[in-house]
């Protein structure tokens, strides 16, 4: 059974850096293509950005984009989300999803780990 | 561009067919079969339900059924239960700009 398991959310000043972790299982993790999603709540899904298998392309939704960066390590099966210059409107659950068709539907998702922004 | 638009909400009675649609651009939702499906209860996270426009993932009831007609991909789901209600997403891969888009959400309802 595949599992992802987010952690590294929490309390973060506008103008911080955060960084999430998504640590997988059941898979042979540098095999797939991986996404970040995040969700405002009480909104709906947003795309962040992808990374491929072996992490040497990545791309992100303009309004992270020079912000973020995603990263893997297949050594350590764990997909990475940097989270620099933070602002209020980044709070939200982040998603870690699993693709097995590179342009295909996001197969499987994590529980989420919830990032707030606030001074 | 903006995202792909969703009904905020739609509704049905258990045993009845309901349909959500989800309408994008040219090069989005219309340039390719790569439309997706989300379930999502409240407190959960989404769960994928179809993919490549019609395509049901193993485990996923055949209730659940999609198509696309130009710009517009379509979710029904027929013979209703109360299990069905939750939010429902679409989403696509935008050729153009090499991003994923979701659409706004759907609610739906089981009367």
């Known amino acids: 059974e595949v599992q992802l398991v987010e952690s590294g959310g929490g309390l973060v000043q506008p103008g911080g850096s955060l960084r999430l972790s998504c640590t997988a299982s059941g898979l042979t993790f540098r095999s797939y293509w991986m996404h970040w999603v995040r969700q405002t709540p009480g909104k709906g899904l947003v795309w962040v950005s992808r990374i491929n298998n072996d992490g040497s392309s990545t791309t992100y939704a303009d309004s992270v984009k020079g912000r973020f960066t995603i990263s893997r390590d297949n050594a350590k099966n764990t997909l990475y989300l940097q989270m620099n210059s933070v602002r209020d409107e980044d709070t939200a659950v982040y998603y870690c999803a699993r693709v097995i068709r590179v342009v295909g539907g996001f197969d499987d998702w994590g529980q989420g780990t919830l990032v707030t922004v606030a001074s | ?111």
């Open chain 2, 1 to 111: 561009q903006s995202a792909p638009t969703q009904p905020a909400s739609v509704s049905g009675s258990p045993g009845q067919s309901i349909t959500i649609s989800c309408t994008g651009i040219s090069s989005d939702v219309g340039a390719y079969n790569y439309v997706s499906w989300y379930q999502q209860h409240p407190g959960k996270a989404p769960k994928l339900m179809i993919y490549d426009v019609s395509n049901r993932p193993s485990g996923v009831s055949n209730r659940f059924s999609g198509s696309k007609s130009g710009n517009t991909a379509s979710l029904t789901i027929s013979g209703l239960q109360a299990e069905d209600e939750a939010d429902y997403y679409c989403s696509s891969y935008r050729s153009s700009t090499n991003v994923w888009v979701f659409g706004g959400g759907t609610n739906l309802t089981v009367l």
